[in-house]
């Protein structure tokens, strides 16, 4: 296990205190548009700040829907849904309370690089989310879609800067005014669904795009930037069809590891969680693949998909003749439904029954529901601030796939950053960031305003730089705090995280107060090799950091000591193995942190700037506008004498 949680999963949802559908004001502080991953995290963060907040969706009932794969977390997203929790969100609880396949990915690596990761019941998963925002103080939710977003022109004094002043529903009701808007409108935004030749507009299947008047306001209006991106999703498969004693059995973890820091265990018992299965493509399913090429119109797009998570007609061609593999995974508790992970397709439904009964496992299978692919337009991120405001609009806001991204946990990071931001936009308060040295989310928005997108992002713990400190299982002590001090924790979180962290104090000290000479230590565990130590004493602390050395063994031959500390067992032990590494990166943290601090003049003009730069990086410079020197030094194509050159003029200039 990861962390040894405190508190029991709530065993019942919040109970609703109000009804979707009522829109009682005419005003609000923040209105989010959109009840995907973002949008929910953005407009309950919103609200948890004080915002007077409304959340409009075009369906309340697919509000929280899961609309790829039935999972939450994994290598990367695991480390954002931990963040998410810690400052509050939703997702994380809402996957202990739909789980029902708990596993830790890459567990033979290092816990800084573990995967937490549940399959979920998709109607549970939905019923959570829909419950907590129908519970949420100062939120509303409103059907409804919006057709434009009403912006003001720019100010004489701040040119090429509009402002936002609220909404106008395609219903031809009143507009409703607020002060910040969040966008989330995923791959709704001019969205068109495939299936072989049949091309329909569509966000996702069964839900109409957005209304072109939003597109327009973004392109026309706001002169916004905008590219194309694709993705796609597989059949879903009659469970009863299917032979899963010709596919491997995946069981889940037996103790399933909660995902929030709020609860001790998750909704789902050990021995009630149901497993996975593996199998592989054959090469029958590579010659449908390439038989019926000319039957599939998404394939033959230009529009770029996600590398990481490619359709198996881009698996095929890229890597022909291999085998590739499909995870069949339960789509609920109760579902008769299985999920073939790896298997996104795009080809006529006749085909897909073809291609899916090329796998021994699936040679009689039936599909409930075809695959189908989904282009839609996303906003260059660039164009936006660290705080997710579009640069040139006050007030506006986008979060999620509308910002080039694929996942659910990516877009439900951004949602709750941009809701906390907005809120605070619309309280006159100045925007709150998040370093690349602090989080992962800090990472995820760094990379989409200051280098941008050419292919759906996606979270790698490779893309973090400081990820030996950026973990799991310490994601409370490095954010909780944060979002205590911005108002979007709860105070029973803030109480719990106290509590926990003066545990861990205690814990520590306790550690550290028992010091031994090397001799000292071998005499009492002979069976590890201890080395010698410069001051002559190593502390427990210190012991707990050899591989063989576990924290329950130093608590059998010190129980008064550390027997009271035993709940927080691993996180002692992680926290003692990485803190050698930590120290190490500390420094380097630090220096980052200072020029992630020295701010760059929005309206500088690079082209005359007096220092020793070439025409291409005033041209990058120009074009990115990054906001410190943190983003200047990461923007692709900056020299380090450049950056150096760049510190320097802003050191003087301070
Ligand atoms: P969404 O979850 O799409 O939510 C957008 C919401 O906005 C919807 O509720 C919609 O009704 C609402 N909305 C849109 N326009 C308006 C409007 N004008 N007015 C009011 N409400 C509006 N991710 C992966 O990681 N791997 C995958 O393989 C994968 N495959 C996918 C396949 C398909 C077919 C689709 C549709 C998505 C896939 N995803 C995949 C992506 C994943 O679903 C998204 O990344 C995630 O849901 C994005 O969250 P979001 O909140 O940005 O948008």
Not at 170 to 199: D, E, K, M, Q
Not at 338 to 364: K, N
Not at 463 to 474: C, G, M, Q, W, Y
Not at 487 to 509: I, M, T, W
């Amino acid at each position: 296990m990861l962390t040894r949680k405190l508190l029991p999963v709530r065993n019942i949802l919040p109970p609703v205190t109000k009804r979707a559908s009522h829109v009682h004001r005419q005003r609000y502080d923040v209105i989010v548009v959109g009840g995907g991953h973002a949008g929910t995290e953005a407009a309950a963060a919103a609200a948890r700040v004080g915002a007077e907040t409304l959340l409009v969706t075009q369906k309340t009932h697919t509000i929280g829907a899961l609309s790829c794969n039935p999972s939450l977390g994994g290598v990367g997203k695991g480390h954002l849904v931990r963040e998410i929790d810690a400052l509050d969100g939703l997702c994380g609880r809402a996957g202990d309370w739909a789980g029902i396949h708990f596993s830790i990915l890459n567990r033979r690596k290092g816990p800084a690089v573990w995967g937490p990761r549940a399959q979920l019941d998709r109607q549970r998963y939905r019923e959570f989310i829909q419950a907590e925002l129908l519970s949420t103080p100062r939120l509303e939710v409103l059907e409804g879609s919006v057709e434009e977003l009403l912006v003001t022109d720019p100010n004489p004094e701040e040119p090429g800067r509009h402002r936002v002043t609220g909404i106008r529903l395609a219903n031809g009701s009143r507009p409703i005014s607020a002060s910040s808007v969040v966008l989330t409108t995923g791959t709704f935004l001019s969205g068109s669904l495939f299936v072989g030749h049949t091309v329909s507009p569509g966000g996702r299947i069964g839900d109409a795009p957005s209304s072109t008047g939003l597109s327009q306001t973004l392109r026309e209006r706001l002169g916004l930037r905008v590219g194309r991106l694709r993705t796609g999703t597989p059949p879903r498969v009659l469970k009863d069809s299917v032979d899963l004693s010709l596919a491997k059995l995946h069981p889940p973890d037996s103790h399933p590891t909660p995902f929030s820091f709020m609860n001790t265990r998750t909704r789902c018992k050990p021995e009630e969680q149901l497993p996975c299965y593996l199998t592989y493509t054959t090469p029958g399913v590579e010659r449908v693949v390439r038989e019926s090429l000319h039957l599939n119109c998404h394939i033959q797009q230009d529009a770029k998909g996600p590398r990481y998570c490619p359709s198996i007609e881009s698996r095929v061609l890229r890597f022909p003749g291999r085998r590739h593999q499909v995870w069949l995974e339960p789509e609920g508790m109760t579902s008769d439904l299985l999920y073939p992970q790896g298997l996104s397709m795009t080809m006529p439904p006749d085909v897909q029954l073809r291609l899916i009964r090329e796998i021994p496992a699936m040679h009689r299978a039936e599909i409930h529901t075809p695959g189908y692919g989904v282009q839609y337009d996303y906003v260059c991120p660039t164009q936006l601030s660290p705080a997710l405001q579009v640069k040139n609009t006050q007030g506006l806001f986008l979060a999620g796939q509308i910002n080039g991204t694929t996942g659910y946990e990516e877009a439900a990071a951004q949602g709750l950053w941009a809701g906390v931001n907005a809120a605070r936009w619309a309280r006159s308060l100045p925007p709150a960031g998040l370093s690349r040295t602090e989080s992962y989310i800090g990472v995820l928005i760094d990379d989409l305003v200051s280098r941008g997108v050419n292919e759906p992002y996606r979270m790698f713990t490779s893309r973090a730089e400081f990820r030996t400190s950026l973990r799991p299982d310490n994601a409370d002590l490095r954010l909780t705090q944060k979002g205590s001090l911005l108002g979007c924790v709860s105070s029973a979180r803030r109480d719990e995280f106290l509590r926990v962290k003066l545990r861990l104090q205690d814990a520590e000290a306790a550690l550290r107060a028992l010091t031994l000479s090397p001799a000292g230590w071998r005499k009492m565990m002979p069976g590890i090799s201890v080395s010698e130590s410069k001051n002559g004493t190593l502390s427990g602390m210190d012991l707990l950091q050899y591989k063989d050395v576990s924290f329950e063994m130093l608590a059998s031959l010190f129980p008064e000591q550390l027997s009271p500390h035993i709940e927080f067992s691993e996180r002692l032990k992680i926290e003692a193995v990485y803190k050698p590494h930590c120290d190490l990166s500390k420094r380097e943290v630090e220096r980052i942190q200072k020029e992630e601090n020295m701010s760059l003049p929005q309206d500088l003009d690079y082209f005359s700037l007096p220092v020793s730069l070439s025409k291409e990086v005033r041209e990058i410079l120009d074009r990115f506008r990054p906001s410190t020197l943190g983003a200047a030094t990461r923007l692709e194509g900056m020299t380090p004498a450049a950056v150096v050159n760049l510190l320097n003029y802003v050191q003087i200039a301070e």
